[in-house]
């Protein structure tokens, strides 16, 4: 299609030159990112309340049970700390379009949430205690378990932004995309570490 | 001068018919079935919520007649005690979730917002159609429950133990939790939506300190769904999780504590209230500027108060929970803060009437309404005062004094400024003038019975009639006041019908609108009505608060945007020059079918939770399949630029 020549109008604000790619606060996926991190931040929030909500119904805290054993909690601690250079690496390397570099970083990063992922399962089994013991139980598992759905989401989105990095898509607003997706990651870590503080190391301090 | 001006206008007029079917063509909206279920245009999609949250209200209103018939004489066998719980449950979980929320905040907000703002579209509008869906799925869940006598009957708040798994076996108080997570899950993505769209998409020149009231409440909403619903989400969770896999979050008996469910569920239902009455609050203050024909008094104090009411919104939640025994410091504590709303609402209701001081009132429709709703919300409000005090509070709880108040306060609040709002936009979305006449007696009628059932009830209250009870004795001698209430409802729903006759006579027959019909000072009455589905030939920009009314005769347009694609333009949150463009991802059938895996997902668990990792594919795979970027054809890919910072 042959482009429209402007005829002469008195006021006009051209565009054109605007950019179509935008890396950082300025990309409206970005945002869309932080209103949900804030959503799922206030989950995570409410829990952690409700959590200390219970403590004050109880007189021991592990009620009648062990504290959750250290083991793969501490192993995701882990995990999740390291994971934060490859999603760093990809958010750094993502804005120059380097696909082979951004395959590689996304790679890595999936390997971490796989990890984490199959720590998690582990992990699991070694809280001592059933989510049908008591509201103490109930609550050590749905964070958990809803700690462990992000994850899961981490791990799919990953894998996916893999996928369209081996495409020719991988471009413009995609390249934005894969950095955005470490700023999710970081969500993840940081709510995973509160997690761990919480439930594996509170109990054992107070 | 004079030789050169025809030519020029003729230049432009026929490169604007040129523009103008490009744009047709690039943003074309699919027709057909297929079309219905994909189409993201915000127009659609804003016109869809309010059309389906009407329908609710008057199922809704269904159900209210219903109780006043059976309140109508003591000792009526109309309904029995569990068809009552049932319909009372229904009443309210259907007027708050399936009608204001998804009328006040999401139908106006998606329909009215990008046009006010001078965009092209919302931002994310495959979320906003999927978030559409969502809510029709929780609907139907809701009402489907009904129907299978299996409609929940534990009140609209559902506290525990009531719904917990040992008063309430079977699925009643599971399909109430997921009806929730389905409308909650829908108000969020839209909040999302027009958080952004406000941040992003405002025309150049609309600086954060130019933005209109309408849009700060939009955006103040905004937050406060985001804050808010999480509370309400967790709160259902958790009792789903209770009843379903034996959590015991809500058990004594375990460590659990019931009033964790009340302070869970106050959290987010306190500040709904606000998300309910704010977008009235903003419908008003829009109209009572436009009709007193002058500038809005007291824009900063009103942006101000709203935003306070935003943040004083969350701290008020413990008065709910009164008649818990809390200690009493708290109930001091929150008595304070529940007295100090008013003082945001006061500075609201102060700058109105000084507008229409001040202004040369012509009281059209929209108008009438607004006048409605100040009488209305001020005597909702003022009996709201007296129960912010907790020995009041105490003596009247859960009574019809109650009920009276919050009919009150959210009809008020809600409903008259929703009436006033759709008379006000009506032009804009059908081209066409309501009928003035047939809008007067449908206020008059529904103004008179709203005042006959619900003042009504304050004495009723005060006799000591509580609420939910399904029957009363003769030596009570509540009859006279309960028939007194039962036949305003008449009178209301004379008023609907009248309204629901004016919308489909006038939107065929009635008087062409043109662009602007009310003189109005929105971005939205710069563009034809109804909108074309580009919605502004060329995008605007902005020079003062009013932006029809501050623009200049030449005021600028932006120019640049691709024609061929749906390129949108970006600006900058504050100062809102344009910072880059972005492509509307176009019509889609994805977001459907999403809405279809997950509210099969949502289903599934009220009955196993196996259903999640069932689910859980399906859902993944019609996500990849919204997000999965798609080829340019037949446009070639534009020449990407980057901007960063």
């Known amino acids: 299609m042959e482009s429209l020549r402007e005829p002469i109008r008195p006021l006009t604000l051209d565009v054109s030159d605007v950019p179509s790619v935008a890396f950082g606060p300025s990309n409206t996926t970005w945002l869309a990112n932080v209103f949900y991190m804030t959503i799922e931040g206030m989950m995570f929030a409410l829990m952690f309340a409700s959590y200390f909500y219970l403590r004050t119904r109880v007189q021991q805290w592990p009620p009648g049970h062990l504290a959750p054993d250290l083991r793969y909690g501490v192993a995701n601690a882990v995990v999740f700390i390291l994971s934060v250079i490859p999603a760093r690496w990809v958010q750094k390397r993502a804005p120059s379009g380097d696909r082979a570099a951004i395959r590689i970083g996304l790679m890595v990063l999936a390997a971490f949430a796989l990890l984490a992922t199959a720590i998690r399962v582990f992990e699991f089994t070694t809280l001592n205690c059933r989510w049908s013991d008591d509201a103490y139980s109930s609550t050590l598992w749905v964070l958990i378990g809803m700690h462990a759905g992000h994850l899961a989401t981490e791990l799919i989105e990953t894998l996916v932004l893999l996928a369209v990095a081996f495409t020719d898509k991988m471009e413009g607003t995609r390249l934005a995309d894969a950095a955005i997706n470490s700023d999710y990651w970081y969500f993840v870590v940081v709510t995973g570490l509160l997690n761990f503080i919480f439930i594996y190391g509170l109990p054992r301090v107070i | ?645």
């Open chain 2, 1 to 645: 001068m004079a030789t050169t001006e025809p030519v020029i206008a003729n230049e432009k007029d026929a490169h604007d018919t040129e523009l103008a079917s490009r744009l047709a063509r690039t943003w074309y909206q699919p027709r057909g079935v297929w079309g219905w279920l994909s189409n993201t245009h915000h127009t659609a999609v804003g016109k869809r919520f309010m059309v389906t949250s009407f329908i609710f209200l008057l199922l809704g209103g269904v159900l209210a007649a219903l109780m006043r018939l059976q309140l109508i004489k003591p000792e009526n066998s109309l309904l029995g005690p569990d068809l009552y719980n049932q319909i009372f449950t229904m009443h309210g979980s259907t007027m708050i979730f399936l009608f204001a929320v998804p009328m006040m905040f999401q139908g106006f907000g998606v329909y009215v917002v990008p046009l006010m703002c001078g965009a092209r579209n919302i931002a994310f509008p495959r979320l906003n159609l999927f978030s559409y869906y969502l809510y029709v799925g929780g609907a139907l869940v809701l009402w489907g429950g009904l129907l299978t006598n299996t409609g929940p009957d534990v009140g609209w708040f559902a506290y525990v133990p009531l719904s917990g798994p040992q008063y309430n076996p079977g699925h009643r108080a599971d399909i109430w939790s997921q009806m929730i997570t389905f409308t909650e899950v829908s108000a969020l993505g839209v909040a999302v939506c027009l958080a952004t769209t406000i941040l992003r998409y405002r025309a150049p020149g609309m600086t954060l300190n130019r933005m209109p009231i309408l849009l700060w409440e939009k955006l103040t909403i905004s937050f406060m769904v985001i804050f808010a619903m999480p509370a309400v989400m967790v709160a259902s969770g958790l009792l789903l999780l209770d009843r379903l896999v034996g959590t015991h979050f809500f058990n004594p008996a375990e460590g659990g504590d019931v009033l964790l469910y009340q302070h869970l569920f106050w959290f987010f239902g306190h500040p709904e209230v606000y998300i309910i009455f704010l977008p009235g609050a903003a419908i008003i203050s829009t109209l009572v500027s436009c009709f007193s024909r002058r500038r809005i008094f007291g824009h900063t104090p009103i942006v101000v108060s709203v935003v306070a009411t935003g943040f004083i919104g969350f701290g008020v939640w413990v008065h709910h929970m009164f008649a818990t025994g809390l200690p009493q410091l708290s109930e001091s504590f929150f008595t304070a803060a529940s007295l100090m709303i008013v003082i945001p609402t006061g500075v609201q209701f102060f700058c109105w009437l000084a507008t229409i001081w001040h202004g040369r009132v012509q009281m059209r429709l929209p108008m009438l309404w607004a006048f409605g709703f100040f009488f209305v919300f001020l005597i909702g409000g003022l009996s709201g005062v007296m129960l912010a005090s907790v020995p009041v509070d105490t003596q009247v709880h859960d009574t019809y004094f109650i009920v009276a108040h919050f009919h009150y306060v959210l009809i008020g609040g809600a409903l008259f400024p929703m009436f006033a709002g759709l008379y006000f936009w009506f032009p804009k979305m059908t081209g066409r003038m309501p009928d003035e006449t047939l809008g007067k007696w449908h206020f008059w009628l529904f103004f008179i019975g709203f005042n006959l059932t619900f003042f009504t009830m304050h004495f009723l209250g005060l006799h000591g009639m509580t609420r939910r009870v399904y029957t009363y004795l003769p030596d009570m001698h509540w009859q006279g006041l309960n028939r007194l209430a039962t036949t305003g409802v008449a009178f209301m729903t004379a008023g609907l019908l009248v309204f629901i006759a004016n919308v489909l006579r006038s939107r065929r027959l009635g008087a062409r609108a043109g662009d602007n019909p009310w003189g109005d000072s929105g971005l939205e009455w710069g563009t034809s009505s109804p909108p074309p589905s580009y919605n502004f030939l060329y995008p605007p920009t902005v020079n003062g608060r009013d932006a029809l009314w501050d623009a200049t005769p030449d005021q600028a347009v932006v120019v640049g945007l691709r024609d061929d694609i749906r390129e949108v333009l970006v600006t900058h949150s504050l100062d809102s020059n344009p910072q880059h463009k972005d492509e509307d991802p176009g019509p889609s059938i994805w977001p459907f079918l999403a809405s279809l895996a997950v509210s099969a997902t949502f289903v599934g668990s009220i009955f196993t939770p196996w259903a999640v990792p069932y689910g859980a594919p399906l859902v993944i795979i019609t996500l990849i399949g919204w997000l999965w970027p798609r080829s340019h054809s037949p446009a070639p890919l534009p020449e990407r630029t980057s901007w960063s910072h």
